[in-house]
């Protein structure tokens, strides 16, 4: 598996794809919007624990729990770290072999891709993962925060409770963008699990397989992952770039080298020829929605797939 490039873009359309905890599209202090790596991850996340054959360690689970009272009532709550790791593989303690624990996380397909910290009953575990993303900056010129009304059929509870009588339905709000073009830049090094190979029997690092797998889900998730406020959040973009084996070619995040054409809708990729040597790249994949993007290509040589079909085009 040699190492890998690439960007993933996500465009946003009346929907809040990363939202802070106002509720508002997250930002920069002068006001730049931006997605955070953890919005991209968490569906990809979400698709892998919605397959059977897949193991999610850093996902949200439930747990019943009491009260500290007889009497109260009981609570359901996020399970714990070690409680997660208990569900998918086994108990934990001070006596686990530090090996069977490394081994167990590499099973869990967000760990092998992402990576881990995992600080549980005397285990100091971390892992920098084979995959990495920066933050995802929206290109789009023109972004505007919407803001909705919404009236929800209910009284106010909170008044009935004071003793007020509630006349009133209760008032929400629903925040989003009216459009906006996220580009996540993102690379994938497999010599970060090397030193592994010697403390995990039969470990084979960050493989071919993985890298299909991580390809698979990076290229749909975010479409598939329609709640209310991410429905018209979609994949729009994707590019992978492969080195050669052993090439001493390091490429820096980019996304900042993806120019936007906000009034065509368009993506240029033409600055990618002032950095990428072609003899040190292997394959180029590019993938793009022929029907809302128009795309600019670059001199170098790649394929190209609508992303919709899948089909090359």
């Known amino acids: 598996m040699n190492r890998v490039y690439g960007v993933i873009g996500i465009s946003s359309k ?22 955070s790596d953890k919005a991209l991850k968490y569906p990809m996340k979400k698709m892998w624990n919605s397959e059977a054959d897949k193991k999610v360690l850093f996902i949200k689970s439930w747990k019943d729990q009491q009260g500290n009272k007889e009497d109260a009532p009981v609570s ?3 399970k714990n770290l070690g409680e ?3 569900e998918i593989f086994s108990e934990i303690d001070k006596k686990t072999s530090t090996k069977e624990v490394i081994k167990n996380l590499f099973d869990a397909i967000d760990v092998k891709n992402f990576g881990a910290t995992f600080a549980v009953e005397g285990q100091n575990i971390s892992i920098t993962g084979a995959v990495q993303f920066g933050q995802g900056f929206n290109k789009f010129d023109d972004t505007n925060i919407e803001v909705q009304d919404i009236l929800s059929p209910f009284t106010d509870s909170k008044a009935e409770e004071k003793g007020k009588e509630a006349k009133q339905a209760t008032l929400g709000t629903k925040i989003t963008v009216d459009e906006a073009h996220y ?22 690092g960050y493989t071919e397989d993985d890298y299909k797998e991580f ?8 479409t598939s992952f329609a709640t209310n406020s991410k429905f018209g959040s979609n994949n729009e973009f994707a590019l992978f770039i492969e080195t050669k084996k052993d090439s001493n070619l390091y490429l820096p995040d980019l996304s900042e080298y993806i120019i936007y054409n906000s009034k065509e809708r368009g993506i240029d990729l033409t600055n990618l020829d002032k950095i990428i040597k072609k003899d040190c790249i292997e394959s180029i994949e590019v993938y793009y929605n022929p029907v809302t993007t128009k795309l600019t290509k670059s001199s170098l040589n790649a394929k190209y797939f609508n992303i919709v079909t899948m089909d090359e085009l």
């Open 84 to 86: 997660r790791y208990k």
């Open 183 to 204: 580009f996540y830049g993102f690379s994938i090094n497999p010599h970060n699990y090397d030193e592994y190979k010697d403390i995990v029997e039969d470990f084979k």
């Open 14 to 35: 009346m929907s809040n794809w990363n939202a802070d905890f106002t509720g508002r599209p997250k930002s920069t202090s002068n006001g730049d919007i931006f997605g």
């Open 215 to 222: 390809k698979r889900v990076a290229l749909v998730s975010a």
């Open 76 to 78: 359901v709550v996020p």
